[in-house]
């Protein structure tokens, strides 16, 4: 046990490196070299996990998207525990996309980074395509947990309207990278709520319960 988490600290010392490095200085700055630089590690005990960049980006990419999806599990733990609505919850993860702080910041540029260098590589491309489908299925899934609950009516496609829904949201994370000053988080979560509530017209049958009680 101690040897797996030695390894699994090591490994996560050298991507927060490569994250740092990206943040601060761009994909070209990191190297084997550097990234060990800024981890406080000898280049052979990065070479010992990462022999290549690519495989320091993908594993870095990796665990920035862990980040997320941890994040929007207990986002999702904690509005079902508070009885939030499922648009609601879907609006407070997907502004987990977009960089509204520093930590968000940081992982955005982790995805665009790797989506520059992906655009030329079929491997990094093929789990870029994974990401994106699986963040587009959770989204489907959502709607439809709306379509079964009453909050969204049934003739909807779920996997159409997820697609919106996404590319909305990874619209407005460009959008605020680009010109941070034109779009505040009011702004932003205004723009979310506008599409989702588009999708999801109807009341919860829960929370009509709820209300009669």
Known sequence: MPRVADHDARHGQITDAVQRLIVRDGLSAVTVARTAAEAGMSVGLVQHYFTAKDEMLLATFT????????????????????????????????????????????????????????????????????????????????????????????????????????????????HTHIDPDGTPEPAVLAALDDRIDRVFTGTCRRARRRAGD
Do not use: K, S, W, Y
């Not at 599990?73 to 009885?83: C, F, K, P, Q, S």
């Not at 990094?124 to 489908?133: D, H, I, K, M, Y």
């Open 63 to 174: 665990r920035v998207n862990a980040r997320f999806t941890a994040r929007v599990d207990a986002l999702v733990n904690r509005g079902e525990a508070e009885g939030r609505t499922i648009a609601a919850m879907l609006r407070q993860a997907l502004a987990e996309l977009v960089p509204l702080d520093d930590a968000r910041r940081a992982e955005f540029l982790v995805r665009l980074a790797f989506a520059d260098r992906a655009a030329h590589h079929a491997r990094l491309a093929a789990v870029q395509r994974e990401t994106l489908a699986g963040i587009r299925a959770r989204v489907a899934r959502a709607i439809e947990n709306g379509t079964a609950c009453g909050e969204v009516a049934r003739e909807v496609d779920a996997t159409g309207q997820a697609l919106r829904i996404v590319a909305c949201a990874e619209g407005l994370a460009l």
